[in-house]
T-cell receptor, first 114, second 113 residues
């Protein structure tokens, strides 16, 4: 099992719909969770960070963390064509020997169709 | 606040040539990261600094890659000699500490011919 897994997509949603992006992780001791958006040819940009179970909302974005089930999701409400990008999940505190590391998923490609 | 600054933005070199990348992190950020990213892949950590100390360089190909972080602020990443497989985007990121979110620079797109 990969340490951090995401569905590569592409996930295609119509404009105005809710886009749901999921990420699972293997280390129960993981401590913090981040969602980044990356446009083609650009660097990753932080969208959300979440540290405790439950939902965290910021504008049209909601991050949901369930540590018992070891998943973190990102919901994008009222999806816009400008949301079309790759969304990267990053999990901090993943055990690697005696250290804990930040591990990245491969990303989910989202396409919002006008 | 000013973001992470990287230079150059693009670099094209022939194989076996040396190349260097420079990064200036966000002021006050103690942790600095160098990542490599290939198309369609997530970022791959090359090295992480806590202040001036390299605390994780397990993925750095030490036969040809080297890095330094002067006085715990700016950092340089060097490849000598470059190989065709080194073509990628090299990203620098910084964070307040190892538990905080990362902020990325614009990256350097390296093409080795």
């Amino acid at each position: 099992q990969k340490e951090v897994e995401q569905n590569s997509g592409p996930l295609s949603v119509p404009e105005g719909a809710i886009a749901s992006l999921n990420c699972t992780y293997s280390d129960r001791g993981s401590q913090s969770f981040f969602w980044y958006r990356q446009y083609s040819g650009k660097s990753p940009e932080l969208i959300m960070s979440i540290y405790s179970n439950g939902d965290k909302e910021d504008g049209r974005f909601t991050a949901q963390l369930n540590k018992a089930s070891q998943y973190v999701s990102l919901l994008i409400r009222d999806s816009q064509p400008s949301d079309s990008a790759t969304y990267l999940c990053a999990v901090n505190g993943v055990r690697a020997g005696n250290n804990r590391k930040l591990i990245w998923g491969l990303g989910t490609s989202l396409a919002v169709n006008p | 606040e000013a973001g992470v600054v990287q230079s150059p933005r693009y670099k094209i070199i022939e194989k076996k040539q040396p190349v260097a990348f420079w990064c200036n992190p966000i002021s006050g950020h103690n942790t600095l990261y160098w990542y490599r990213q290939n198309l369609g892949q997530g970022p791959e950590l090359l090295i992480r600094y806590e202040n001036e100390e390299a605390v994780d360089d397990s993925q750095l190909p030490k036969d040809r890659f080297s890095a330094e972080r002067l006085k715990g602020v700016d950092s340089t990443l060097k490849i000598q000699p470059a190989e065709l497989g080194d073509s990628a985007v090299y990203l620098c990121a910084s964070s307040l500490n190892r538990d905080s979110p990362l902020h990325f620079g614009n990256g350097t797109r390296l093409t080795v011919t």
